[in-house]
């Protein structure tokens, strides 16, 4: 532990720029109370969807961030949409605000990067939480808000949240399966909790590689989940379909359920992310058989995509699925997982 | 490197020397006598599938019966091959994720299946299975290609046409490949057993 410290800044260092950054955000603080804008009547079948690109470009101020999210927000309510998804590391561009103009905050190395993550994370995750609970509750809107870093239990997780539209916090969501460069800034493997379903809808979140995972999906599928958010933020500069459809297109052609991609895109501290938004369904509920409900044209930039999806149309697909293909039996599942994790 | 034939006629053409496996996807029950003597005389392992039951019959290059392995799931069999185990599968099994990650974690490197008709490649079970599992796929039937994980291809889609050989095809496959990707992207080493079933869904 005291080499790893030694390896990343000197404390003073980490402190000074905690404090700086909460002095910044301060300079922000989302409104709290009021009634929501625009009462609603909640559809239990027909739901409009938005899903976010966001350009995850840092900010040089905390306010740029809020108005640009709440723009997001308006956007999305003059849409009609019911549900709002936001990428990845939604919170990471605020870092803008207290990083230098130079180059070198591009080449940072990872026990920097990571000890920095350690101290700002918790005051991102506030402010974070605190706009996105505030916009979802002014406009109405059931939001995923994308996913952003914490510590839990003194570890560094990284966690999508889930706010109703009245504001309240209803869905926490750990990344489960972290990439080997999120591991490499310190962040650990989410804890095994039980994934939130949120009803009426049955909205769940996965955090990027998670969707991976086909598992990750039969999980909160066989909890009742129906609408799977997952936020994701790739670093890879190089956009193509084929890496692009391996995630959750693929895992809900495999089990289904309506996939919403919310994308992080463009350069952020050295990393170029590159992402498209989607909604996507299994290719036997689209008419032209492509599983494709909206996606954003390009894979940079920020646009708001929306689509509409039927909940009873994929629940009846579900069952009928569920007898065409059942889910091996227990054994041999069970004997599928008999090995050690890796640490 | 394996260098695989794809019979892609409605008769078993003249064996060809330089393949390690043949591959014959039909629509008929094979005739075992037939097979096994041409089997022997090209000196090629020989697997004659029947699309339209799924049953697969293999033959080893010196014309004697390739019993499958005993790691056969779904209705799929699996055989030994050059350090690495080959399945083929029936589109029914790829449908059911949890088949192909058995397959891939007991070793399989290679999985054979009969390819349907989808509007994109990326719709076709077995390249999910392919990219999820980080293992070669060779679709036979009517869309023959190979699949591959998206690291192997320069051109990141996963999907390689296949070779013409008179009229059949041809495609080599680098199984010893297979172990670099996986460690560059490490999709097993990030598996959770434990919390999987923490919240089994079996």
Known sequence: MVEKEAQGLPWAARLGAKLWLEAKLRQDRPKTGGRPRVPRIWPTDRIKIGAVQWNAEPVKRARD??????????????????????????????????????????????????????????????????????????????????????????????????????????????????????????????????????????????????????????????????????????????????????????????????????????????????????????????????????????????????????????????????????????????????????? | MAKILLVCQSELPPPRPGYDLVIWPGQNAPSHSRFRSWAGWSESALLVGNLADGTVIGYSPQGTDWSGTDLAVGLGKVWRFQHHYIAWLQQSDLRVPEIARALSLAGVGLIIADSGQYASPFLDPLWRAVQANQVYGLAVGSSPALYLPCELDSEESGVLPLNPDGGDLSVEVALEHLNAVQKAVPIRQGLRPHLYKAHRWW
């Not at chain 1, 019911?82 to 070198?104: K, Q, R």
């Not at chain 1, 995923?144 to 870093?149: N, R, T, Y």
């Not at chain 1, 489960?176 to 490499?184: A, G, I, R, Y």
């Not at chain 1, 895109?265 to 290719?283: C, D, E, M, N, Q």
Request: glycine share 8%.
């Open chain 1, 65 to 343: 961030w809020s108005e640009r999210v709440a723009a997001v927000f308006r956007q999305a309510a003059h849409a009609h949409c019911h549900l709002l998804v936001f990428p990845e590391y939604l919170p990471l561009s605020l870092l803008g605000a207290i990083m230098p103009d130079s180059a070198a905050v591009n080449t940072l190395t990872n026990p920097t990067i990571r000890s920095l993550l350690r101290i700002m994370s918790p005051s991102l995750f506030r402010h974070w939480r605190g706009w996105m609970a505030a916009l979802s509750r002014e406009f109405s809107l059931v939001t995923i808000a994308g996913s952003g870093l914490t510590l839990y239990h003194g570890q560094l997780i990284n966690v999508a949240l889930g706010f109703g539209a009245d504001g309240r916090l209803n869905l926490w969501q750990p990344k489960w399966h972290p990439l080997p460069v999120e591991t490499q800034w310190g962040i650990v493997k989410g804890p095994e909790t039980r994934p939130a379903i949120v009803k009426p809808w049955g909205l769940s979140a996965l955090v990027c590689n998670d969707a991976t995972y086909f598992e990750s999906f039969r999980m909160v599928e066989s909890m009742g989940a129906r609408l799977v958010a997952v936020p994701i933020a790739d670093a890879d500069a190089r956009y193509t379909p084929g890496k692009a459809r391996r995630g959750c297109f693929s895992r809900v052609q495999d089990v289904p359920m309506v996939g919403i991609v919310a994308a992080s895109t463009g350069r952020l501290f050295g990393l170029r992310l590159t992402g498209k938004a989607g909604i996507y369904v299994p290719s036997e509920l689209t008419p032209d058989g492509s599983g494709i409900v909206a996606e954003s044209c390009h894979a940079v930039g920020e646009e708001l995509i929306t689509g509409v999806v039927s909940l009873s149309q994929l629940t009846r697909f579900q069952e009928e699925h569920r007898i065409r293909f059942p889910v091996p039996a227990p054994s041999f599942v069970e004997s599928l997982y008999q090995f050690e994790e890796e640490p």
